[in-house]
């Protein structure tokens, strides 16, 4: 699909991960692009995608809305983790069935996977267990919309493709200490620890949980990449392929940072999933997707951006 002639709907195009969805689609010569903030469109009220379909007549949408956080915000909001993510992706895609948009993508989460999957996850191995329990409800809701994808593409011929993306971080993301992700978490508590000349940082865990990071550029690359030429049933993952533990994640970017102190474990704390790394050739081999930045380049990118972004709100 040539997508520069189309009206493409991005939800959540004001978030982190669809900030730079809509950044890669204008470098792809794409001009008409349809990303109502959730003030403009609350997804999660019953109506609200219909009534964008109807207004705006997408010719592709690309859903990037989510109600995501990290491990301590799933653990205080599983109800409205659930009910947020599973409604945002049951009415938009039956809006874009009614609407009879051309293709549909919808990401999903790596929070979908078995518990104890075995490393490197394959797309294969989706339906072989219950997630891990904190991040349950999130993951299943996502899940459950891939089967309305399968189950619409099989009844009603919709062009309806599921990406399973991994842990994403880098520039513009969400740095609040109750709700971000492990990375946007790390950068923050050492770079102000830091600044504060404090002596410790304390993590959540052990440090044993390994996780796998693709920066959200890439991320964005592989998600166009995916709707110009993949049209099939089957779900695929989106990573890097490169696995490192929460304790070596740590030390890498204390390191970066410039940070001189001790690093303490609070084991009370959960770590989550045991282990995450995906099997990511089914990207390359179905349409050409492989992650370009390291690990350390995009680490160093994600705290110059955070620290910049400090500074600006200092002066």
């Known amino acids: ?143 459950a919309i891939l089967v309305q994808c399968q189950a619409y593409r099989q009844q009603y011929g919709t062009s309806a493709i599921f990406l399973l993306p991994v842990n994403l971080y880098g520039p513009r993301d969400h740095f609040d200490p109750e709700n971000s992700h492990v990375v946007p978490a790390l950068i923050r508590k050492f770079v102000e620890a830091k600044e504060q000349g404090n002596d410790t940082v304390t993590v959540w865990g052990d440090g044993t949980a390994t996780r796998e990071f693709l920066y959200a550029e890439d991320a964005a690359e592989g998600i166009v990449l995916a709707a110009q030429s993949y049209d099939k049933p089957e779900p695929v993952n989106l990573g890097s392929g490169q696995e490192i533990s929460i304790r070596d994640l740590a030390g890498k970017i204390a390191d970066l940072v410039g940070f001189k102190g001790r690093t303490v474990w609070d084991a009370n704390r959960p770590n989550g999933q045991p282990r995450r790394c995906l099997d990511v050739s089914m990207a390359e081999r179905e349409f050409g997707f492989r992650a370009k930045t390291t690990l350390h380049e995009g680490l160093e990118n994600a705290i110059n951006w955070y620290i910049a972004s400090q500074n600006t709100v200092a002066r």
């Open 1 to 143: 699909m040539d997508l520069r002639n189309k009206r493409i709907l991005v939800t959540g195009g004001h978030g982190f991960l669809g900030g730079h969805i809509v950044d890669r689609l204008r470098r792809a010569g794409c001009r008409d692009i349809v990303a109502p903030s959730h003030t403009e469109c609350d997804l999660t009220q019953r109506g609200a995608a219909g009534q964008l379909f109807a207004e705006y007549k997408p010719q592709v949408a690309i859903h990037a809305a989510a109600a995501v956080g990290g491990i301590g915000a799933n653990q205080r909001n599983p109800g409205f983790f659930f009910y947020a993510n599973a409604i945002m992706g049951i009415e938009l895609i039956e809006a874009a069935r009614q609407h009879q948009t051309e293709k549909v993508v919808v990401l999903g989460t790596i929070c979908s996977y078995p518990r104890l999957t075995p490393v490197p996850f394959r797309e294969d191995d989706l339906w072989n267990g219950y997630p891990e329990e904190v991040t349950a409800p999130y993951g299943i809701a996502k899940k």
